[in-house]
Each structure stands twice: as structure tokens, then as C-alpha cells.
């Protein structure tokens, strides 16, 4: 790959892995637009995305790395009730993710050169968008905290979490509906969302690095740490406004991302039913 490539890649990662619009949807679609489907076919492409993925869920760890810290001292302190709760409740919704991302690994990777099926679950996406503003609207006067949620509410979440195994599908923007539809605030919930989110993201990351250096795939390992590092500095920065626009966004603060996806979807399904590229 080349040394622009890799950026864009990284960039379109650190933007889109936590903006609710898929950054695997975009990685599927990116290569499509701009013929570079010579690697994106390749079985190299979702190593590399994984070492992506990598970079961000460490930029959200550095975000979070405060509460982290509190929420691991739970363990051992038992007048921290809250955060250990909390800690439960992330264990259990990380459970789905982990084991069905294992069961449908290689159907799942068939999907990847597909630009077509990428763009119509992000159309979908879209729709789940606003579906939650929505259902948010509705609940407005009914909501909860995130220590409060029920254990099932949290394997649901973990469950619908599972879909962002899907291009197309964003983590963070299903994630987020299903805790808006469990009662929480905009806040709350992509403040779940993002810790959910951040074991997931470093476990897949963690277990693909040994495979690539075991295969001695050197210049993919590299190509992957620029990426990484370009999308993990992109991510920081992503975290950093999104919370702060949903802590000051009240209402329908996930339609602009819904409109977002449907668009993009949309014309990229156009022009994938036609064959056009750039």
C-alpha cells in the first residue's frame, strides 16, 4: 500500500469508528470508490482494518482511562458498588460480541469486498438511527442511569452489538439505540457505548498481532501502525466532541448521522448496482 493510502485509511477510521456511520461499512466502501479493491480483496485487508480498529479502541481507552481505572478497583474494593456494577454490566454485554464474532468469523469476512451489501446495511443503519431519536423522544420522561440498567438489558445490548460484525452496521450507533431503548440519556449511552466498545475492539486487535507476525507479514505489520496511529489520534479527538455534543444535544442528536448514512448509502448503491468508480 502506499504511504497516502494508509493515512486515509487511518483517518477515515479514527472518524467513523466512533461517529455512528460504521468504519467498517467505509472500509468496505472506501476501496470500492477508489478502484484500491487490488488489496481490499486480498487476505490481507481485514488483518490490516483489525490493526485500525486497534488504534482506536487504545485512544478510547486513553479517554477513558480514568473511569477504567475506577471500575478495575471495584474488584477490589467493595464500598464501590456503582462501578462494579458497571463493570458487570460491560463483562456481561462484551460476552455475545466475543462469542458470535468467533462462530460467523469466515461468513463474515466474505461480506468485506462487497461494496453493494455495505451500503444497504448502512442505509439500515441509518434507519436505526432514527428509530432512536425516536424512541429517546418517547421515553424522555422515563429514562435511567447506567448503574441502573438490568443484566438483560445488557446482554441485549451486547447481542445488538453483534450486528456491527455486519460492513455497514455502526458499533457505536446500534449500541447507542439499544441503550436509548433501555431508558438511558444521550450522554449515558454513548458513554456505555464507548466502554462497551473499548474490550472488543482490544481483544480482536491483541489476538490479530501475533498472526500477522507469525506469518512474517512485516510490511503489513507496519503499514498497520501508521494506520493505527493516524486513526487512534483521529479518535481521541472524535471521542472528545462526541461526548461533549451528546451531553449538550438533547433532542434527535443521532439524525444528522442517520441522514448521513442513508445518503452515502444510498449513492454508493447506485453506483455499485451500475459498476461506476471513481
Known sequence: MHLLQVIIYG???????????SSVGHAVILP??????????????????????????????????????HLIASIFDRRRRIERRILLLIIVATIPAAVLGKIFEHKLQELFPSALSA?????????????????????????????NLSFGRSFFIGIVQSLALIPGFSRSGITMAAGLASGLEYEDAARFSFLLATPVILGAGILEVPKMLHQ??????????????????????????????????????????????????????????LHIQF
Open 32 to 69: 470500492y470508490l477508489f478502484r484500491w479493491t487490488e488489496f481490499s480483496e486480498s487476505n490481507q485487508f481485514l488483518p490490516f482494518v483489525v490493526m485500525l480498529h486497534l488504534g482506536t479502541g487504545l485512544a478510547l481507552l486513553i479517554y477513558f482511562l480514568p473511569e477504567w481505572i
Open 216 to 273: 512474517h507479514n512485516h510490511a503489513m505489520f507496519h503499514d498497520g501502525l501508521i494506520g493505527g496511529l493516524c486513526a487512534g489520534v483521529l479518535a481521541l479527538l472524535s471521542t472528545a466532541f462526541l461526548m461533549r455534543y451528546f451531553q449538550t444535544t438533547e433532542v434527535r442528536a443521532l439524525r444528522p448521522f442517520g441522514w448521513y448514512c442513508i445518503v452515502v448509502g444510498v449513492v454508493v448503491a447506485i453506483l455499485a448496482a
Open 119 to 147: 451500503s444497504i446495511f448502512l442505509i439500515v443503519n441509518g434507519l436505526i438511527l432514527f428509530w432512536a431519536d425516536g424512541m429517546r423522544r418517547r421515553r424522555r420522561r422515563n429514562t435511567t442511569r447506567i448503574e
Open 11 to 21: 483517518i477515515v477510521q479514527g472518524i467513523t469508528e466512533l461517529f455512528p456511520i
